[in-house]
């Protein structure tokens, strides 16, 4: 008799966001990530039955994936399992969600501790029994500083969930281990399905040259990354290139830097990282950021879509100078600051818009596989496995899926928000 499991699609379907998935079966409950997605209005997965959780498993520290996990101790107290780095992470970005939610939020600080208490933690490649039926091993995603992807074994049915995956290596990180043997379900990210990414040393080398040419020309470079490993790796990537300008370090991006200092089995090269944020100047208080802009500077600080932090508070200084530049180096969300001056060159100060003249520029960082990474990781590890397409828009999510059953023979399925799919390997 075939052994049946049911997926339950509680976030994450057809959008970036709020990634939760339900895997239930016989031999108990467990819950892949319970994310939020954070903006002016935070959205929150579907409802899960805390009660009867065996456990629950998170990728990695983004509050995507991770924001919505103090909800369940509100109910009851359920193991979560994760990397160590995940764990300090993502308390770092979750106590940030008090101080920037627009509403209240329906947890508090307890239940955060409360998540902390009741963590497991699983260095990569390790096997750890749930119960006496249900084992799950973490293997490296390349993504941010402890991100993994999850094997999940429920007495021989194997399941493997990439959460956000890359498997290109940074100057930061490994390449996502993908060495997982037989699987019979691959639940796939989707969110660069459609496009590829530039040659990565390619952008590197543009970043570098296009900073050193605003700094010669007397200007100030100020670039909007995510605190938590994209600030990191474009410190790596001055400091590997030999870059001998100005660069400072600012916001949240520094607690996150400490946490890492902790943590050097999650980056590819520590000594690297230890070089790069000593050769940085760390900002202390308001009247550095002033000396900071003075005079020709790199300003590497959060938020990475320039919804606040101090990032925001240096364009103000920057955005009608010509000498100086706007660099970003992460994706920018529809609808967010960032994107809305990449798209129209307007920056909107007391509530009246006005032109930016700074110099605007995009270089492609990304922590995520592109089109051809994923398509060739998926028809390399797929062998008969049925792949469910999430973590991506529609047209992605959708594209994907649709490809790969019919250009590649794979059974595969785009869930929508709250399917539930029988699987019997």
């Not at 509403?103 to 119960?131: C, D, G, H, Q």
């Not at 995956?165 to 399905?193: F, K, M, W």
């Not at 007397?218 to 400091?239: K, T």
């Not at 100086?324 to 818009?353: C, D, H, M, N, W």
Request: hydrophobic share 40%; with cysteine.
């Amino acid at each position: 008799m075939k052994k049946e499991v049911t997926l339950r699609f509680l976030g994450g379907a057809r959008k970036v966001g709020c990634s939760a998935i339900l895997v239930e079966c016989e031999e108990g409950r467990i819950l892949l990530d319970y994310g939020a997605t954070p903006s002016k209005k935070i959205e929150w997965p579907l409802p899960c039955d805390v009660v009867h959780l065996d456990a629950v498993i998170l990728t990695h520290a983004h509050i995507d994936h991770s924001g919505a996990i103090p909800l369940l101790f509100n109910f009851s107290e359920v193991p979560v399992i994760m990397t160590p780095a995940t764990l300090d992470l993502t308390e770092l970005l979750i106590y940030d969600m008090f101080n920037v939610a627009r509403e209240p939020l329906p947890f508090s600080k307890r239940e955060v501790k409360l998540m902390r208490n009741n963590a497991i933690l699983l260095n990569p490649n390790t096997w750890y029994n749930i119960n006496d039926r249900i084992r799950v091993k973490l293997l490296d995603a390349g993504h941010i500083p402890g991100s993994a992807s999850i094997l999940l074994d429920i007495d021989g049915v194997r399941i493997w969930y990439t959460g956000d995956i890359n498997t290109r290596e940074t100057q930061l990180l490994r390449p996502a281990d993908t060495e997982i043997g037989h699987v019979d379900v691959i639940i796939t990210e989707s969110t660069y399905a459609l496009r590829d990414h530039p040659p990565r040393k390619r952008e590197e080398r543009k970043l570098i040259e296009a900073t050193k040419e605003v700094l010669e020309r007397g200007g100030v470079v100020l670039i909007p990354a995510f605190s938590v490993g994209r600030s990191q790796e474009v410190l790596c990537i001055f400091r590997k290139y030999g870059f001998d300008g100005r660069v400072v370090l600012d916001g949240m991006a520094r607690h996150a830097s400490r946490i890492l200092l902790q943590h050097p089995e999650a980056v590819k090269d520590y000594n690297l990282l230890v070089e790069a944020l000593k050769s940085v100047k760390w900002i202390q208080d308001a009247n550095e950021r002033y000396k900071v802009i003075s005079s020709p500077s790199v300003i590497v600080s959060p938020a990475g879509m320039l919804v606040g932090g101090s990032a925001d508070w240096y364009l103000k200084y920057i955005y009608n100078d010509p000498t100086s530049a706007l660099f970003y180096v992460s994706y920018q969300v529809k609808g967010t600051p960032g994107r809305e001056i990449l798209e129209t060159k307007k920056i909107r100060i007391g509530g009246k818009e006005k032109e930016v003249k700074a110099e605007i520029r995009y270089f492609e960082l990304s922590s995520h596989s592109g089109r051809t990474e994923l398509l060739s990781m998926l028809t390399k590890v797929c062998n008969g496995a049925t792949v469910f397409t999430v973590h991506g828009d529609e047209e992605s999510t959708i594209g994907l899926a649709n490809e790969l059953r019919e250009i590649y023979g794979i059974e595969a399925y785009c869930p929508a928000p709250g399917d539930k799919f029988h699987v019997c390997p």
